[in-house]
Nanobody
């Protein structure tokens, strides 16, 4: 089993930064770790993913150059550094763990999910 708990969300002005954390327990650190988000009235969408050893990453086009995923295996934690935030980044952000490929963007590629943390970007 894998348990995931996100933190670090909040309210920030456009152009600002936030860092989300995902604390993991269980068999997580053999897993591909990803971040997804869901805006009001929209489907959940892929944001970023990192492979088991942290050597490979994948990002949605909408966040490339602004967001960075990283992981600290010693702390069992995955991070999402979000810079140059825009109002359209407003969403609930979810951490996920899976055993597939970082290039599979579907929710179904991930087996475990956190409860989500709200990020609100004001204009």
């Amino acid at each position: 089993q894998v348990q995931l708990v996100e933190s670090g969300g909040g309210l920030v002005q456009a152009g600002g930064s936030l860092r989300l954390s995902c604390a993991a327990s269980g068999r997580t650190f053999t897993a591909v770790m990803g971040w997804f988000r869901q805006a009001p009235g929209k489907a959940r969408e892929f944001v970023a993913a990192m492979n088991r050893n942290g050597g490979s990453t994948n990002y949605a086009d909408s966040v490339k150059g602004r967001f960075t995923i990283s992981r600290d295996n010693a702390k069992n934690t995955v991070y999402l550094q979000m810079n140059s935030l825009k109002p359209e980044d407003t969403a609930v952000y979810y951490c996920a763990a899976g055993y597939g490929s970082i290039f599979k963007l579907e929710e179904s590629s991930y087996d475990y999910w956190g409860q989500g943390t709200q990020v609100t970007v004001s204009s």
